[in-house]
Protein backbone atom coordinates (compact mmCIF):
# COMPACT_ATOMS: atom_id res chain seq x y z
CA UNK A 1 0.00 0.00 0.00
CA UNK A 2 1.07 3.40 -1.07
CA UNK A 3 0.40 6.96 0.76
CA UNK A 4 0.67 10.23 -0.18
CA UNK A 5 0.83 12.80 2.59
CA UNK A 6 0.48 16.07 1.73
CA UNK A 7 1.21 19.63 3.47
CA UNK A 8 1.84 23.27 3.30
CA UNK A 9 -1.47 24.90 3.17
CA UNK A 10 -3.18 27.96 4.11
CA UNK A 11 -3.94 31.31 4.49
CA UNK A 12 -1.74 33.99 2.56
CA UNK A 13 -2.20 37.81 1.32
CA UNK A 14 -2.26 38.63 -2.56
CA UNK A 15 1.28 38.32 -3.93
CA UNK A 16 2.39 36.44 -0.83
CA UNK A 17 4.23 33.00 -1.16
CA UNK A 18 3.59 29.47 -0.07
CA UNK A 19 5.33 25.69 0.08
CA UNK A 20 3.50 22.35 -0.45
CA UNK A 21 5.48 19.28 -0.18
CA UNK A 22 3.95 15.88 -0.68
CA UNK A 23 6.03 12.70 0.62
CA UNK A 24 5.18 9.05 -0.84
CA UNK A 25 5.51 6.16 1.18
CA UNK A 26 4.89 2.06 1.02
CA UNK A 27 5.54 -0.46 -0.98
CA UNK A 28 6.72 1.68 -3.94
CA UNK A 29 9.50 0.58 -6.32
CA UNK A 30 10.00 4.01 -7.62
CA UNK A 31 8.03 7.13 -8.79
CA UNK A 32 7.53 7.81 -12.26
CA UNK A 33 5.96 11.58 -12.11
CA UNK A 34 4.88 13.76 -9.59
CA UNK A 35 2.42 16.62 -9.38
CA UNK A 36 -0.25 18.41 -8.22
CA UNK A 37 -3.93 19.46 -9.39
CA UNK A 38 -6.70 21.69 -7.74
CA UNK A 39 -10.12 22.18 -7.50
CA UNK A 40 -11.49 25.76 -7.00
CA UNK A 41 -14.53 26.23 -5.63
CA UNK A 42 -17.53 25.21 -8.02
CA UNK A 43 -15.04 23.96 -10.70
CA UNK A 44 -13.80 20.97 -12.06
CA UNK A 45 -10.29 20.09 -10.83
CA UNK A 46 -7.70 21.01 -12.91
CA UNK A 47 -4.18 20.49 -14.01
CA UNK A 48 -1.34 22.43 -12.24
CA UNK A 49 2.37 20.91 -12.55
CA UNK A 50 4.08 17.77 -13.11
CA UNK A 51 7.58 16.54 -12.54
CA UNK A 52 8.80 13.07 -13.87
CA UNK A 53 11.46 10.71 -12.66
CA UNK A 54 13.84 12.47 -15.57
CA UNK A 55 13.08 16.05 -14.27
CA UNK A 56 11.51 17.10 -16.77
CA UNK A 57 8.34 19.34 -15.85
CA UNK A 58 5.32 20.79 -17.17
CA UNK A 59 3.25 23.73 -15.92
CA UNK A 60 -0.51 24.83 -16.35
CA UNK A 61 -0.60 28.31 -18.22
CA UNK A 62 -2.36 29.84 -15.78
CA UNK A 63 1.06 29.41 -12.76
CA UNK A 64 3.82 29.83 -15.38
CA UNK A 65 6.63 31.80 -14.03
CA UNK A 66 5.37 32.01 -10.56
CA UNK A 67 4.99 28.26 -9.65
CA UNK A 68 7.94 25.90 -9.25
CA UNK A 69 8.18 21.72 -8.93
CA UNK A 70 11.01 20.21 -7.22
CA UNK A 71 11.29 16.46 -6.21
CA UNK A 72 14.08 14.71 -3.99
CA UNK A 73 14.07 11.24 -5.17
CA UNK A 74 15.71 10.22 -2.10
CA UNK A 75 12.64 11.01 0.08
CA UNK A 76 10.23 10.28 -2.51
CA UNK A 77 8.76 13.86 -1.87
CA UNK A 78 7.99 16.52 -4.33
CA UNK A 79 7.73 20.24 -3.26
CA UNK A 80 5.50 23.41 -4.82
CA UNK A 81 6.85 26.99 -4.57
CA UNK A 82 3.93 29.29 -5.39
CA UNK A 83 5.14 32.68 -5.38
CA UNK A 84 3.13 36.06 -6.57
CA UNK A 85 -0.31 34.17 -5.21
CA UNK A 86 -3.56 35.58 -6.42
CA UNK A 87 -6.90 35.33 -5.32
CA UNK A 88 -7.66 32.69 -8.45
CA UNK A 89 -5.13 30.51 -6.77
CA UNK A 90 -7.61 29.82 -4.20
CA UNK A 91 -8.26 26.12 -4.34
CA UNK A 92 -7.74 22.50 -2.55
CA UNK A 93 -4.51 21.07 -4.00
CA UNK A 94 -4.10 17.43 -4.37
CA UNK A 95 -0.59 15.80 -5.06
CA UNK A 96 -1.00 12.90 -7.17
CA UNK A 97 2.24 10.41 -8.03
CA UNK A 98 2.32 7.64 -10.55
CA UNK A 99 4.10 5.03 -8.77
CA UNK A 100 5.79 1.36 -9.90
CA UNK A 101 5.45 -1.05 -7.18
CA UNK A 102 7.59 -4.29 -7.32
CA UNK A 103 5.46 -6.32 -9.79
CA UNK A 104 5.93 -3.75 -11.89
CA UNK A 105 2.51 -2.22 -12.44
CA UNK A 106 2.09 1.64 -12.58
CA UNK A 107 -0.70 3.05 -10.34
CA UNK A 108 -2.26 6.76 -10.05
CA UNK A 109 -2.25 7.85 -5.90
CA UNK A 110 -3.48 10.85 -4.65
CA UNK A 111 -3.16 13.05 -1.85
CA UNK A 112 -5.82 13.99 1.18
CA UNK A 113 -5.54 17.45 -0.89
CA UNK A 114 -4.64 21.08 1.27
CA UNK A 115 -6.49 24.15 1.37
CA UNK A 116 -4.64 26.97 -0.28
CA UNK A 117 -6.91 30.61 0.56
CA UNK A 118 -5.12 33.37 -1.15
CA UNK A 119 -6.75 37.11 -0.09
CA UNK A 120 -7.41 39.70 -1.90
Known amino acids: QVQLVESGGGLVQAGGSLRLSCAASGSLFSINAMGWYRRAPGKQREFVVV???????TYADSVKGRFTISRDNAKNTAYLQMNSLKPEDTAVYYC??????????????WGQGTQVTVSS
Open 51 to 57: VTSGGTT
Open 96 to 109: NALIRDYRDYVTPY
